[in-house]
Protein backbone atom coordinates (compact mmCIF):
# COMPACT_ATOMS: atom_id res chain seq x y z
CA UNK A 1 0.00 0.00 0.00
CA UNK A 2 1.20 3.74 -0.73
CA UNK A 3 0.39 6.72 1.25
CA UNK A 4 0.90 10.41 -1.15
CA UNK A 5 1.19 13.44 1.57
CA UNK A 6 0.44 16.48 -0.15
CA UNK A 7 -0.29 18.65 3.09
CA UNK A 8 1.20 18.76 6.10
CA UNK A 9 -1.81 19.85 8.16
CA UNK A 10 -3.83 17.50 10.73
CA UNK A 11 -6.36 16.27 8.20
CA UNK A 12 -3.30 14.82 5.73
CA UNK A 13 -1.39 13.68 8.16
CA UNK A 14 -3.39 12.02 11.31
CA UNK A 15 -4.99 9.31 9.37
CA UNK A 16 -1.09 7.63 9.70
CA UNK A 17 -1.46 7.27 13.15
CA UNK A 18 -4.64 5.04 13.06
CA UNK A 19 -2.38 3.00 9.70
CA UNK A 20 0.00 2.18 12.36
CA UNK A 21 -1.09 -1.79 13.41
CA UNK A 22 2.28 -3.10 11.45
CA UNK A 23 1.15 -2.81 8.07
CA UNK A 24 3.59 -2.44 5.21
CA UNK A 25 3.26 0.92 3.85
CA UNK A 26 5.23 2.93 1.67
CA UNK A 27 4.64 6.98 2.39
CA UNK A 28 5.84 9.34 -0.27
CA UNK A 29 6.09 13.28 0.52
CA UNK A 30 8.50 16.33 -0.71
CA UNK A 31 10.90 16.66 2.28
CA UNK A 32 9.26 19.63 3.97
CA UNK A 33 6.48 16.80 4.77
CA UNK A 34 8.76 14.72 5.59
CA UNK A 35 10.93 16.76 7.90
CA UNK A 36 7.51 17.69 9.51
CA UNK A 37 6.92 14.26 10.27
CA UNK A 38 10.29 13.95 11.36
CA UNK A 39 9.95 16.61 13.77
CA UNK A 40 6.87 15.04 15.49
CA UNK A 41 8.10 12.04 17.22
CA UNK A 42 4.62 10.30 17.69
CA UNK A 43 4.51 9.44 13.75
CA UNK A 44 7.51 7.10 14.79
CA UNK A 45 4.66 5.07 15.78
CA UNK A 46 4.91 4.10 12.50
CA UNK A 47 7.57 1.12 12.51
CA UNK A 48 10.61 1.69 10.48
CA UNK A 49 11.22 -1.89 9.45
CA UNK A 50 7.65 -1.82 7.58
CA UNK A 51 7.18 2.17 6.34
CA UNK A 52 9.27 3.33 4.17
CA UNK A 53 9.21 7.59 4.23
CA UNK A 54 9.98 8.12 0.46
CA UNK A 55 11.28 11.63 -0.80
CA UNK A 56 9.16 13.26 -4.09
CA UNK A 57 11.09 15.94 -5.77
CA UNK A 58 8.08 17.99 -7.10
CA UNK A 59 7.55 17.82 -10.84
CA UNK A 60 9.29 14.82 -11.43
CA UNK A 61 7.67 11.88 -11.85
CA UNK A 62 8.22 8.77 -10.02
CA UNK A 63 6.76 5.12 -9.76
CA UNK A 64 4.56 5.24 -6.54
CA UNK A 65 3.04 1.57 -6.43
CA UNK A 66 0.55 -0.19 -8.20
CA UNK A 67 1.83 0.82 -11.51
CA UNK A 68 0.94 4.43 -10.70
CA UNK A 69 3.39 7.60 -11.84
CA UNK A 70 3.08 10.47 -9.59
CA UNK A 71 3.89 14.10 -9.76
CA UNK A 72 3.87 16.17 -7.59
CA UNK A 73 2.42 19.73 -7.90
CA UNK A 74 2.96 22.93 -6.19
CA UNK A 75 -0.22 24.40 -5.32
CA UNK A 76 -0.06 28.32 -4.02
CA UNK A 77 -1.07 27.44 -0.16
CA UNK A 78 -0.12 28.08 3.41
CA UNK A 79 2.21 26.57 6.38
CA UNK A 80 -0.30 24.02 8.52
CA UNK A 81 -2.18 25.62 10.95
CA UNK A 82 -0.37 24.13 14.13
CA UNK A 83 2.61 26.20 12.99
CA UNK A 84 0.83 29.42 12.66
CA UNK A 85 0.89 32.65 14.22
CA UNK A 86 -2.59 32.82 14.58
CA UNK A 87 -2.67 36.35 14.96
CA UNK A 88 -1.46 36.60 11.61
CA UNK A 89 -3.66 38.40 8.58
CA UNK A 90 -1.89 36.78 6.11
CA UNK A 91 -0.64 33.27 6.22
CA UNK A 92 3.09 32.07 5.77
CA UNK A 93 3.18 30.27 2.25
CA UNK A 94 3.99 26.70 3.08
CA UNK A 95 4.12 23.14 1.69
CA UNK A 96 1.08 22.83 -0.45
CA UNK A 97 1.00 20.06 -3.45
CA UNK A 98 -1.71 18.45 -5.94
CA UNK A 99 -1.07 14.57 -6.94
CA UNK A 100 -0.97 13.88 -10.29
CA UNK A 101 -1.42 10.42 -10.86
CA UNK A 102 -1.10 8.50 -14.40
CA UNK A 103 -1.13 4.77 -15.71
CA UNK A 104 -2.27 3.34 -19.42
CA UNK A 105 -2.34 6.90 -20.79
CA UNK A 106 -4.95 8.15 -18.23
CA UNK A 107 -4.75 10.87 -15.38
CA UNK A 108 -5.92 11.95 -12.40
CA UNK A 109 -4.90 14.94 -10.02
CA UNK A 110 -6.27 15.51 -6.15
CA UNK A 111 -5.79 19.06 -5.17
CA UNK A 112 -7.68 19.33 -1.60
CA UNK A 113 -6.00 22.81 -1.23
CA UNK A 114 -5.16 25.39 -3.35
CA UNK A 115 -5.45 28.95 -1.86
CA UNK A 116 -5.67 30.56 -5.32
CA UNK A 117 -5.82 29.51 -8.92
CA UNK A 118 -3.25 31.31 -10.67
CA UNK A 119 -2.15 31.23 -14.50
CA UNK A 120 0.16 28.37 -13.61
CA UNK A 121 -2.12 26.42 -11.71
CA UNK A 122 -4.88 26.50 -14.43
CA UNK A 123 -1.93 25.42 -16.85
CA UNK A 124 -1.46 22.46 -14.68
CA UNK A 125 -5.09 20.96 -13.85
CA UNK A 126 -4.87 18.64 -16.86
CA UNK A 127 -6.02 15.42 -16.47
CA UNK A 128 -8.76 13.28 -17.14
CA UNK A 129 -10.07 13.83 -14.10
CA UNK A 130 -9.59 16.63 -11.69
CA UNK A 131 -10.66 16.32 -7.58
CA UNK A 132 -10.50 19.70 -6.21
CA UNK A 133 -10.56 22.23 -3.46
CA UNK A 134 -14.23 22.35 -2.71
CA UNK A 135 -14.54 23.72 1.32
CA UNK A 136 -16.11 26.94 0.57
CA UNK A 137 -18.61 27.99 -1.58
CA UNK A 138 -18.24 31.73 -0.38
CA UNK A 139 -15.33 33.13 1.31
CA UNK A 140 -16.32 34.92 4.10
CA UNK A 141 -19.17 31.05 4.73
CA UNK A 142 -17.42 30.31 7.97
CA UNK A 143 -17.36 33.81 9.34
CA UNK A 144 -21.35 34.61 8.26
CA UNK A 145 -21.79 31.06 9.83
CA UNK A 146 -20.45 32.10 13.06
CA UNK A 147 -17.83 28.59 13.06
CA UNK A 148 -14.60 30.86 12.46
CA UNK A 149 -13.44 34.49 11.96
CA UNK A 150 -10.95 33.14 8.84
CA UNK A 151 -11.83 33.63 5.44
CA UNK A 152 -11.78 30.58 3.09
CA UNK A 153 -8.50 32.42 1.63
CA UNK A 154 -7.03 33.09 4.83
CA UNK A 155 -7.11 29.25 5.33
CA UNK A 156 -5.92 28.21 2.23
CA UNK A 157 -8.68 27.23 -0.20
CA UNK A 158 -9.91 29.71 -2.52
CA UNK A 159 -13.98 29.46 -2.61
CA UNK A 160 -16.02 28.12 -5.15
CA UNK A 161 -17.72 30.89 -5.58
CA UNK A 162 -17.15 35.22 -6.79
CA UNK A 163 -14.29 36.95 -8.25
CA UNK A 164 -10.96 34.58 -8.67
CA UNK A 165 -13.30 31.71 -7.03
CA UNK A 166 -12.87 28.01 -8.58
CA UNK A 167 -16.41 28.08 -11.19
CA UNK A 168 -15.15 31.34 -12.66
CA UNK A 169 -11.40 30.14 -13.17
CA UNK A 170 -11.99 26.35 -13.79
CA UNK A 171 -15.12 26.60 -15.94
CA UNK A 172 -14.20 25.73 -19.04
CA UNK A 173 -11.45 22.85 -17.77
CA UNK A 174 -11.33 19.31 -20.04
CA UNK A 175 -12.02 16.52 -18.32
CA UNK A 176 -14.30 15.85 -15.17
CA UNK A 177 -13.99 18.00 -12.29
CA UNK A 178 -15.17 17.08 -8.81
CA UNK A 179 -15.16 18.73 -5.40
CA UNK A 180 -13.91 17.41 -2.57
CA UNK A 181 -12.23 18.53 0.73
CA UNK A 182 -16.58 20.04 1.60
CA UNK A 183 -16.48 21.94 4.76
CA UNK A 184 -19.91 21.06 6.57
CA UNK A 185 -20.88 25.07 6.14
CA UNK A 186 -20.54 24.61 2.18
CA UNK A 187 -24.12 24.34 0.88
CA UNK A 188 -23.65 22.34 -2.09
CA UNK A 189 -23.29 19.15 0.36
CA UNK A 190 -27.32 19.62 0.31
CA UNK A 191 -29.10 18.27 -2.82
CA UNK A 192 -31.49 21.00 -4.69
CA UNK A 193 -29.42 23.82 -3.17
CA UNK A 194 -29.39 27.06 -5.65
CA UNK A 195 -25.57 26.47 -5.01
CA UNK A 196 -25.43 22.64 -5.88
CA UNK A 197 -27.48 23.62 -8.97
CA UNK A 198 -24.75 26.11 -9.55
CA UNK A 199 -21.64 23.85 -9.53
CA UNK A 200 -23.93 21.25 -11.51
CA UNK A 201 -24.32 23.87 -13.96
CA UNK A 202 -20.88 25.20 -14.48
CA UNK A 203 -20.23 21.04 -15.17
CA UNK A 204 -18.96 20.40 -11.81
CA UNK A 205 -19.12 17.35 -9.52
CA UNK A 206 -19.81 16.99 -6.09
CA UNK A 207 -18.18 13.80 -3.85
CA UNK A 208 -19.51 11.92 -2.07
CA UNK A 209 -18.75 9.17 0.68
CA UNK A 210 -18.08 6.01 -1.47
CA UNK A 211 -17.94 7.18 -4.72
CA UNK A 212 -15.95 5.52 -7.38
CA UNK A 213 -14.58 6.91 -10.72
CA UNK A 214 -13.12 4.87 -13.34
CA UNK A 215 -10.83 5.84 -15.72
CA UNK B 1 -15.49 19.51 28.01
CA UNK B 2 -12.60 18.18 29.86
CA UNK B 3 -9.96 15.28 29.01
CA UNK B 4 -8.10 13.38 31.35
CA UNK B 5 -4.97 11.86 29.73
CA UNK B 6 -3.67 8.80 31.71
CA UNK B 7 -1.17 7.54 28.97
CA UNK B 8 0.98 9.04 25.99
CA UNK B 9 0.54 6.09 23.59
CA UNK B 10 -0.71 7.29 20.13
CA UNK B 11 -4.63 5.56 21.07
CA UNK B 12 -4.58 8.15 24.50
CA UNK B 13 -3.35 11.12 22.48
CA UNK B 14 -4.80 10.93 19.11
CA UNK B 15 -7.95 11.68 19.80
CA UNK B 16 -6.99 15.21 20.52
CA UNK B 17 -6.49 15.77 16.94
CA UNK B 18 -9.80 15.03 16.16
CA UNK B 19 -10.94 17.69 18.74
CA UNK B 20 -9.92 20.84 16.91
CA UNK B 21 -12.64 22.36 15.49
CA UNK B 22 -12.59 25.13 18.08
CA UNK B 23 -14.11 23.50 20.88
CA UNK B 24 -13.34 25.25 24.29
CA UNK B 25 -11.90 22.41 26.03
CA UNK B 26 -9.38 21.67 29.46
CA UNK B 27 -7.04 18.91 29.08
CA UNK B 28 -5.41 17.48 32.17
CA UNK B 29 -2.43 15.47 32.45
CA UNK B 30 0.97 14.75 34.62
CA UNK B 31 4.20 16.97 33.51
CA UNK B 32 5.68 13.75 31.66
CA UNK B 33 2.45 13.73 29.10
CA UNK B 34 2.24 17.56 28.99
CA UNK B 35 6.02 17.41 27.82
CA UNK B 36 5.37 14.75 24.76
CA UNK B 37 2.34 17.14 23.85
CA UNK B 38 4.82 19.90 23.79
CA UNK B 39 7.26 18.32 21.94
CA UNK B 40 4.89 17.05 19.16
CA UNK B 41 4.08 20.26 17.22
CA UNK B 42 1.14 18.60 15.60
CA UNK B 43 -0.91 19.02 18.96
CA UNK B 44 -0.83 22.89 18.30
CA UNK B 45 -3.42 22.51 16.71
CA UNK B 46 -5.57 22.55 19.57
CA UNK B 47 -6.04 26.41 19.85
CA UNK B 48 -4.31 28.25 23.16
CA UNK B 49 -7.35 30.59 23.27
CA UNK B 50 -9.54 27.71 23.52
CA UNK B 51 -7.83 24.52 25.02
CA UNK B 52 -6.37 24.94 28.77
CA UNK B 53 -3.03 22.25 29.29
CA UNK B 54 -3.31 21.56 32.77
CA UNK B 55 -0.43 19.76 34.85
CA UNK B 56 -2.01 17.39 37.39
CA UNK B 57 0.06 16.19 40.56
CA UNK B 58 -0.15 12.47 40.70
CA UNK B 59 -2.21 11.39 43.90
CA UNK B 60 -3.20 15.16 44.23
CA UNK B 61 -6.98 15.66 44.17
CA UNK B 62 -8.15 18.13 41.76
CA UNK B 63 -11.29 19.08 41.02
CA UNK B 64 -11.61 18.42 36.80
CA UNK B 65 -14.97 19.97 35.52
CA UNK B 66 -18.67 18.42 36.20
CA UNK B 67 -18.14 18.45 39.79
CA UNK B 68 -16.09 15.71 39.46
CA UNK B 69 -12.76 15.16 41.49
CA UNK B 70 -9.80 13.64 39.47
CA UNK B 71 -6.90 11.98 41.26
CA UNK B 72 -4.15 10.63 39.30
CA UNK B 73 -2.87 6.81 40.64
CA UNK B 74 0.27 5.75 39.02
CA UNK B 75 0.48 2.36 37.40
CA UNK B 76 3.06 0.19 36.19
CA UNK B 77 3.41 1.01 32.60
CA UNK B 78 5.79 1.73 29.64
CA UNK B 79 6.64 4.61 27.78
CA UNK B 80 4.81 5.02 24.58
CA UNK B 81 5.98 2.70 21.76
CA UNK B 82 6.93 5.83 19.46
CA UNK B 83 9.45 6.81 21.88
CA UNK B 84 10.44 2.75 22.14
CA UNK B 85 13.99 0.81 21.75
CA UNK B 86 12.24 -1.48 19.16
CA UNK B 87 14.78 -4.15 19.70
CA UNK B 88 14.56 -4.01 23.12
CA UNK B 89 13.80 -6.71 25.83
CA UNK B 90 12.71 -5.43 28.49
CA UNK B 91 10.22 -1.96 28.09
CA UNK B 92 11.80 1.31 29.48
CA UNK B 93 9.50 2.43 31.93
CA UNK B 94 6.95 5.62 31.12
CA UNK B 95 4.22 7.59 32.15
CA UNK B 96 1.36 5.43 32.92
CA UNK B 97 -1.46 6.28 35.23
CA UNK B 98 -5.03 5.63 36.35
CA UNK B 99 -7.88 8.15 37.02
CA UNK B 100 -9.63 8.13 39.90
CA UNK B 101 -12.96 10.68 39.34
CA UNK B 102 -15.56 11.37 42.48
CA UNK B 103 -18.63 13.23 43.08
CA UNK B 104 -21.15 13.02 45.66
CA UNK B 105 -19.52 10.06 47.95
CA UNK B 106 -19.20 7.79 44.80
CA UNK B 107 -16.41 6.56 42.86
CA UNK B 108 -15.07 5.21 39.28
CA UNK B 109 -11.38 4.21 38.79
CA UNK B 110 -10.03 4.26 34.33
CA UNK B 111 -6.99 2.00 34.45
CA UNK B 112 -6.64 1.13 30.44
CA UNK B 113 -3.17 0.37 30.50
CA UNK B 114 -1.49 -1.83 33.91
CA UNK B 115 1.50 -3.96 32.86
CA UNK B 116 1.62 -5.75 36.92
CA UNK B 117 -0.45 -6.06 39.36
CA UNK B 118 1.31 -5.36 42.12
CA UNK B 119 0.25 -4.82 45.75
CA UNK B 120 0.62 -1.20 45.78
CA UNK B 121 -2.14 -1.40 42.14
CA UNK B 122 -3.91 -3.52 44.66
CA UNK B 123 -4.28 -1.64 47.44
CA UNK B 124 -5.18 1.59 44.65
CA UNK B 125 -7.88 0.00 42.42
CA UNK B 126 -10.67 1.07 45.34
CA UNK B 127 -13.41 2.15 43.38
CA UNK B 128 -17.46 1.68 43.29
CA UNK B 129 -16.55 1.08 39.34
CA UNK B 130 -13.04 -0.40 38.13
CA UNK B 131 -12.54 0.10 34.54
CA UNK B 132 -9.32 -2.01 34.04
CA UNK B 133 -7.06 -2.96 31.25
CA UNK B 134 -8.19 -6.02 29.51
CA UNK B 135 -6.14 -5.94 26.54
CA UNK B 136 -5.42 -9.74 26.19
CA UNK B 137 -6.42 -12.56 27.71
CA UNK B 138 -3.34 -15.16 27.55
CA UNK B 139 0.27 -12.87 27.65
CA UNK B 140 1.33 -14.93 24.06
CA UNK B 141 -1.49 -14.18 22.37
CA UNK B 142 -0.79 -11.92 19.92
CA UNK B 143 2.34 -14.13 19.02
CA UNK B 144 0.05 -17.32 18.83
CA UNK B 145 -2.18 -15.41 16.56
CA UNK B 146 0.53 -14.02 14.29
CA UNK B 147 -0.17 -11.01 15.10
CA UNK B 148 3.09 -9.65 16.75
CA UNK B 149 6.56 -10.44 18.18
CA UNK B 150 5.52 -9.13 21.54
CA UNK B 151 4.00 -10.10 24.76
CA UNK B 152 1.66 -8.43 26.73
CA UNK B 153 3.95 -7.56 29.31
CA UNK B 154 6.32 -6.11 26.93
CA UNK B 155 3.38 -4.17 25.42
CA UNK B 156 2.38 -3.01 29.20
CA UNK B 157 -0.48 -5.23 29.59
CA UNK B 158 -1.29 -7.77 32.37
CA UNK B 159 -2.90 -10.26 31.20
CA UNK B 160 -6.14 -11.26 32.11
CA UNK B 161 -5.61 -15.37 32.79
CA UNK B 162 -2.47 -17.19 34.13
CA UNK B 163 0.14 -16.56 37.30
CA UNK B 164 -0.19 -12.64 38.34
CA UNK B 165 -2.58 -12.10 35.98
CA UNK B 166 -5.58 -10.09 36.25
CA UNK B 167 -8.24 -12.50 36.84
CA UNK B 168 -5.84 -14.23 40.17
CA UNK B 169 -5.17 -10.59 41.42
CA UNK B 170 -8.06 -8.51 41.51
CA UNK B 171 -10.72 -11.18 41.48
CA UNK B 172 -11.69 -10.77 45.25
CA UNK B 173 -11.71 -6.77 44.19
CA UNK B 174 -14.66 -4.97 46.22
CA UNK B 175 -17.08 -2.70 43.26
CA UNK B 176 -17.84 -3.52 39.66
CA UNK B 177 -15.04 -4.49 37.47
CA UNK B 178 -15.40 -4.10 33.91
CA UNK B 179 -12.33 -4.73 31.12
CA UNK B 180 -12.01 -2.13 28.93
CA UNK B 181 -9.34 -1.33 26.29
CA UNK B 182 -9.64 -5.02 24.85
CA UNK B 183 -7.77 -6.26 22.06
CA UNK B 184 -9.30 -7.75 18.97
CA UNK B 185 -7.72 -11.25 19.58
CA UNK B 186 -8.80 -11.02 23.19
CA UNK B 187 -11.30 -14.12 23.06
CA UNK B 188 -13.35 -12.60 25.50
CA UNK B 189 -14.98 -10.15 23.31
CA UNK B 190 -17.05 -13.39 21.85
CA UNK B 191 -20.41 -13.88 23.66
CA UNK B 192 -20.01 -17.69 24.89
CA UNK B 193 -16.84 -18.85 25.03
CA UNK B 194 -14.88 -20.31 27.46
CA UNK B 195 -13.17 -17.22 27.78
CA UNK B 196 -16.07 -14.51 28.24
CA UNK B 197 -17.38 -17.26 30.54
CA UNK B 198 -14.50 -17.51 32.81
CA UNK B 199 -14.09 -13.72 33.43
CA UNK B 200 -17.72 -13.72 33.87
CA UNK B 201 -17.71 -16.53 36.41
CA UNK B 202 -15.16 -14.51 38.57
CA UNK B 203 -17.41 -11.11 38.48
CA UNK B 204 -15.40 -9.14 35.58
CA UNK B 205 -17.94 -7.44 32.82
CA UNK B 206 -16.78 -6.54 29.40
CA UNK B 207 -17.24 -3.17 28.18
CA UNK B 208 -19.01 -3.09 24.43
CA UNK B 209 -19.87 0.19 22.77
CA UNK B 210 -22.31 2.34 23.67
CA UNK B 211 -22.00 1.18 27.79
CA UNK B 212 -23.68 3.40 30.33
CA UNK B 213 -22.60 3.18 33.96
CA UNK B 214 -24.32 4.65 36.67
CA UNK B 215 -22.97 5.76 40.13
Redesign the interface.
Known amino acids: MSVVLVGAD?DA??GL??L?E?QKLDVFAPRPILD?LA???????L?P?LVRRIEVVPLEPMPCGGGLTLTLLPMPGKI????ED?SAAQPEPGPTFSALLQADGRSMIVAPACAEITDEVRARLRADVVFFDGTLFTDDEMIAAG??EKTGRRMGHVPISGPGGTLERLRDLPGRRIFLHINNTNPILLAGSPERSAVEAAGFEVAYDGMEVRL
Chains 1, 2 share one sequence.
Open positions: VLSLVRRLANQIFDVDAPLYRRMG
